[in-house]
């Protein structure tokens, strides 16, 4: 079972990237969906996660600049990053929770985004 990150990239401040996970071995569609982010020097963090049902939730730090979506028939999710701040520069993972689970069962490889002020 694979997670794959992409998407990834340098960009400006007040640009945007869309990073794409695309899921193998399994079918994650009753799964819960995600993307952590790391800065260098911190702590992980969950960015933002959707539900099978395609509920969203959000960090506060990103609400009204990021947006999660998937499309199961892909077995993928992704997020939209706009308006971007060198404070999102980190590595970015996406991960899988089984659906009624209370941990993050999967883990992608990891895709840095940089944001240049």
């Known amino acids: 079972v694979q997670l794959q990150a992409s998407g990834g990239g340098l960009v400006q401040a007040g640009g945007s990237l869309r990073l794409s996970c695309a899921g193998s071995?399994?079918?994650?569609?009753?799964?819960?969906m995600g993307w952590y982010r790391q800065a260098p020097g911190k702590q992980r963090e969950l960015v933002a996660h959707?539900?099978?049902?395609?509920?969203?939730l959000y960090v506060d730090s990103v609400k009204g600049r990021f947006t999660i979506s998937r499309d199961n028939a892909a077995n993928s999710v992704y997020l939209q990053m706009n308006s971007l701040e060198p404070e999102d520069t980190a590595v970015y993972y996406c991960?899988?929770?089984?659906?009624?689970?209370?941990?993050?069962?999967?883990w992608g490889q990891g895709t840095l985004v940089t944001v240049s002020s």
């Open positions: 959707i539900s099978s049902g395609n509920t969203p």
């Open positions: 991960v899988a929770q089984f659906r009624g689970g209370d941990k993050w069962n999967y």
């Open positions: 071995g399994r079918v994650f569609a009753d799964d819960r």
